[in-house]
């Protein structure tokens, strides 16, 4: 019987650059997912000098300048970090569908990684939770599959 390969990645990678393109929009949030992105990249051996943090206005802003990065071929992996709040948001399904369709075709278009961290809920007790208290910091998350994402492409090519 032959072994079935298996290639995954691993949470620690060497020699990466990684991105991270922030939205001011809900800054309370979003600053949060922030510092638990950095914190979680650097507690991981990612060197200060290997991540540049980009702000933008709000989600709508976030892909062009994902693209950017993902493009120049500079990065191993680029990180957005938003938060969209149907409460407080009328055209709620458009800023939440359009940034993450957008996010979603950049990372096929380029083969670099996109880690989609905007955060989409209902409401901003929601979106807090997912910031650093009951339900975690989905900025730690993104920082961890980011890290993921790099090194089982590289093992793969
Ligand atoms: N941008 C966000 O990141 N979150 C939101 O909840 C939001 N709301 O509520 O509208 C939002 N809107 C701004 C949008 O992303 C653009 O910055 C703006 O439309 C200018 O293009």
Same mark, same amino acid.
Request: hydrophobic fraction near 50%; avoid cysteine.
């Given at each position: 019987? &032959?072994?079935? *390969? ?5 949470l620690t990678?060497?020699n990466?650059? /990684?991105a ?9 949030i979003?600053e949060? !997912?922030?510092a638990?992105t !950095?914190d979680?990249?650097q507690?991981a051996?990612?060197? +200060?000098? =290997?991540i540049? &943090?980009s702000? &933008?206005?709000? @989600?709508l802003e976030?892909? !062009?300048?994902?693209q950017?990065f $993902?493009a120049s071929?500079?990065y191993d $992996? &680029?990180?957005a970090?938003g938060a969209v709040?149907?409460?407080s948001?009328?055209?709620? =399904?458009?800023?939440?569908g359009?940034? @993450?369709?957008?996010l979603? +075709? /950049?990372?096929?278009?380029? +083969?670099v990684?996109?880690i #989609? @961290?905007?955060l989409t ?5 929601? $979106?807090?939770?997912r @910031?650093?208290t009951k339900a975690?910091n *989905?900025?730690a998350?993104?920082?961890?599959s980011a890290m993921e994402?790099? +090194?089982?492409?590289r093992? /793969? #090519?």
């Amino acid at each position: 019987m &032959v072994d079935i *390969k298996k290639v995954d990645g691993d949470l620690t990678v060497s020699n990466a650059k /990684i991105a991270v393109v922030t939205g001011r929009f809900n800054g309370f949030i979003v600053e949060s !997912l922030l510092a638990a992105t !950095l914190d979680t990249l650097q507690r991981a051996g990612i060197t +200060s000098g =290997d991540i540049t &943090v980009s702000h &933008v206005p709000g @989600a709508l802003e976030i892909p !062009l300048v994902v693209q950017t990065f $993902a493009a120049s071929g500079k990065y191993d $992996a &680029v990180i957005a970090l938003g938060a969209v709040i149907r409460g407080s948001t009328p055209h709620f =399904d458009i800023v939440a569908g359009e940034s @993450a369709r957008a996010l979603s +075709s /950049i990372a096929l278009a380029t +083969s670099v990684p996109v880690i #989609n @961290a905007i955060l989409t809920t209902d409401t901003i007790e929601q $979106a807090i939770e997912r @910031a650093g208290t009951k339900a975690g910091n *989905k900025g730690a998350d993104a920082a961890m599959s980011a890290m993921e994402m790099i +090194s089982l492409l590289r093992k /793969i #090519n």
